[in-house]
């Protein structure tokens, strides 16, 4: 991994130099260490502004429970009038500061990228596995739908990249037992 | 003995013998059997004692409700008793004990309860033990739960594991028979998500143990044909060995299935039961029906049972309970059990129908109008006494005998949310009522209609109407199956015997156990059930709270719906705890949550405390320390004298943003936020609405509508919740927005006299007291660029910052700070010495920040604006909280220096009595201070403003610890702050 601060090596959220990929049986999971974070809350009556400037910024702001998936911004729903903002992490580490300059004082910005592990999932069929670890009916839910979540008490963001491909944020302080949660559950399945 | 009693057909697999031991002796079975079949067909009828007299019992039934046969399965840490040997799948080297006896299943020296039976009849607790009072703690109950109970706990960590799901679906169908197959094939054709759920580890319910047909089936055939259909649905989910247990709100169901207790361990990685939450649109019980008995005189011997059961056995496992059977019924589908035992070669001795009149069986000597009176046999049934139509009594040689007193409706699951069931007299049955869980359906034989052919068609029905209410259409055709009507005429008990008769066999009531409650005026059916305690054991009364009740109902002269009836609860059969645990347990309880130091700090050997989620360093051994004071007091006299380094990313951040966000933190803190330059932080104080204090920590104001706000780490989440309740419900006029940045930061403390010099070196900007004064805030950069955040702000009295970065950055910093710090002798220390620095300095924390004390008690009456509306302000003038006797923060030291204080100690005056009205007030947080060398504390001491200087005692009675002590100011250490402003 790059280290573009002197004497400062970053880890990842499982305190890893580089990312890890693990495969149980049919489930891979692969930690996720190349995306900026910010979320987006639309300042009190500037739907409008922010509506146009996003769009102007080719920023997604999906609707209620779904993600938008663009480049470099995808973003997806977080609650009412806030959504989180993925974009490379290589070009985009000061995420907020590029979309401030987009965005201007229609939303509140807030950095995110280390408040998050993200952990992909993929498996030909990754219902069992999850109905195993969240209420969210997974196998109706279209490609797109993202929600919050809770996996092993751990709120968390479950997005549906395709029908195969699951992507979770989950805390990163807790990235470990979140981990441990995806892989005793994953070899309950072998 | 080698399955003496098997007999031929059944859905078992002769061709593989499962060999199993029950009380060290080795047996032979065959998949598909339980392990009743298996003991039935080895000839072994006595499998248990009862619960309050140690009869010997042997099972009453082939399924769930069974009262009797409980047993011990498998040994070691996997042993596991009260499992009932009518649902126990058999596999090869099961181990099952009997329970509940001693030294023998045959010789139970317990069984002279049965003797003493005349001192425990019901309510015999409540007479027998009341005098004197002081005996029933320490005596009574002792004994008593020594004698009673049932298995025994291995008291060894369960190896297995447990897992928990969550399934959605438009219908769940509760019980694969004929009604549950054929609702499950009428909906899934329709396109309906469908989980058919069974308790039983084969499909197809009473189906399996019946012999007729259904079409051109025999009826388990016809179940097998269903499943393939149904296997082949996308849509729908089989689930055998899951049981439904439990009907909540909002159309969610509670399920075990029981991945792994047919094997002898669980496969690797699987768990041993599954708990499933299962969401659904409708749901259809289709849980059949369970056959009750007869209570007659000594109507509990091994070889007396249900006689639906003794069909089952026969029909379903190939095994005769006796060669010399006999039926005792009150209606038609008794006789079922005698012709289908006969049809197998079985001896049908005779058939005891107590209705007078009607048609006799062929070839069979069928007694009509007669009742079974009494039976004989100490271990197991030898022969029944007989009473016929005019009085004659004839005692007959029989070894098996099937009662039949009609079917109970499984309505449990449709009284879990209080819906009470209906009575029908045409079938003597209470049937579902109405109110039950919405969208909760019944079908077939739980909903009164006891003909597979009334089964199919209601099943079907019900899907239909289900499958139409959300817009599909589901046409089905009914394959012919027998609707032979209900014929009964109810006999609830056999009267005039002078012994007794059991009506819950798991409890050991009996008839006269319902006479005594009627006699001494517990006739309620609820106060009855706990008087004689019918229905409440592992069964739940399946098999006699109907007879209880109807009883009750004789005796009283009232009609059976008018008597009542208790209703079911959740759960329908028994559930392992390790089940409703799942994977919380051990060191997996809950998720943790680590630091961004904690990979360094585990390496230098650190020892962690649990804050919360948080595993935070406590302190850090260095060689040669041997106890955890020397670690703190070396932490605490390096950092107070050089720097020290302390991670505090626990401490909840939150970012606040808005043009309103000064306004709103106004409202939100006691003290004022609007004003605060940017570029500054200030400490803020939160109170409750009632003025006590919430939380505290400091806030920074980073750009003119941008503020991070820091809480302790106990009240992170409560803060934040309590900031979003504020903004959406309390004023959602202001334009502020949320967000927890707690985990996007590491942030550590770095503090004492070298904190700016260590911090210069790693530091882009200049740091010094000019550019960056006390109570400065902003973003910086670190190491040559990296974005950062430093808050000027100290928690210790020291010269300190607190320093943050991008958390992946939070290891290296940790490691490049003691690398830097080095050169002057930097020291990391953890939340012990983090302690003693703030009580030193009187700072308050988690001790005095208890949820009732107010600012004023916390000695920052101050603080609370009156100039501006906040939460909690109001209150904080409310007269008792502002008395000059209140109680105020104090700091206290030994008056000896060598002598001990304890927290939770209370103040008393000296030479006063320890009574409450001389009760001062109380330590609220104590510690050892190296810097002074003595203990140290803090608390709240009634008008402890104007005590400064005086002595008073600190007592606790808890710890034995009695000191004089002097009351101090709260700042033990620098308290003009000069250290800290340096």
Known sequence: ?190 | MSQSHRIGGGQIDRTQPLNFTFDGKSFVGHPGDTLASALLANGVQLMGRSFKYHRPRGPLSAGSEEPNALVELRSGARQEPNTRATVAELFDGLQARSQNRWPSLAYDALSINDRLNSFFTAGFYYKTFMWPAAFWEKLYEPIIRRAAGLGSMSRLEDPDDYDKGFLHCDLLIIGAGPAGLMAALTAGRAGLRVVLADEDFRMGGRLNAETYAVGDHSGADWATAVQSELVSLPNVRLMTRTTVVGAFDHGIYSAVERVSDHLPTPLAGKPRQTLWRIYTAHALLTGGATERPIPFENNDRPGIMLAGSLRAYANRWGVAAGDRVAIFTNNDDGLRSATDLQSKGVDVVAVIDSREGGTLLPGIRHLRGAQVIDSAGRLGLKSITVRGPNGKVETISANALGVSGGWNPNVNITSHHRSRPDWRDDIAAFVPGSGGPANLHCAGAAAGHMSTHAALKSGAEAARHIAESMGKQAPYVLPVAEDAPVQITPLWYVPGGKGRAWIDQQNDVTVKDIKLAHQENFTSVEHMKRYTTLGMATDQGKTGNVIGLALMAELTGQSIPATGTTIYRPPYTPVAMGALAGRSRGKEFKPFRLTPSHKWAAEQGAIFVEVGNWLRTQWLPRPGETTWRQSVDREVLQTRKSVGICDVTTLGKIDIQGTDAGLFLDRVYANTFSTLPVGKCRYGLMLREDGMVFDDGTTARMAEHEYVMTTTTANAVTVFRHLEFCRQCLWPDLDVQLISTTEAWAQYSVAGPNARNLLAKLVDQDISDAAFPYMGAGNITVCGGLRARLFRISFSGELAYEIAVPTRYGDALIRKLVEVGAEFDAVVYGTETLGVMRIEKGHVAGGELNGQSSALNMGLGKMVSKKKDSIGMAMTLREGLNQPGGLRLVGVRPVDPAASISAGSHFLPLGAAPTAENDGGWLTSKVFSPHLGCDIALGYLKAGDQKIGTRMRAVNFLTQVDTEVEIVSPHFFDPEGERLRA
Request: net charge negative.
């Open chain 1, 1 to 190: 991994m790059p280290d573009p601060h002197a004497g400062l090596k970053p880890q990842t959220a499982l305190g890893h130099d580089v990312p890890v990929t693990i495969t149980i049986g049919a489930v891979t999971i692969t930690e996720r260490f190349d995306v900026a974070l910010a979320s987006l809350a639309v300042r009190r009556g500037r739907d409008k502004d922010l509506a146009k400037a996003a769009k102007a910024a080719d920023l997604p702001l999906p609707p209620a429970a779904m993600a938008q998936f663009a480049v470099p911004y995808s973003a997806f729903w977080m609650t009412p009038e806030m959504w989180m903002v993925e974009a490379p992490f290589a070009s985009h580490e000061e995420i907020t500061a590029g979309l401030k300059t987009a965005l201007g004082d229609t939303a509140s910005l807030t950095e995110q990228t280390d408040a998050w592990v993200r952990l992909d999932i993929t498996a030909d069929n990754p219902v069992p596995l999850f109905e195993r670890l969240s209420n969210i009916d997974l196998a109706t839910k279209p490609v797109g739908f993202a929600a919050r979540t809770v996996i092993e008490h751990l709120g968390t963001y479950l997005i549906k990249r395709s029908p195969t491909d699951i992507t979770l944020y989950g805390p990163r302080a807790s990235a470990q037992s979140l981990l441990h949660a995806l892989e005793v559950t994953a070899k309950s399945l072998l």
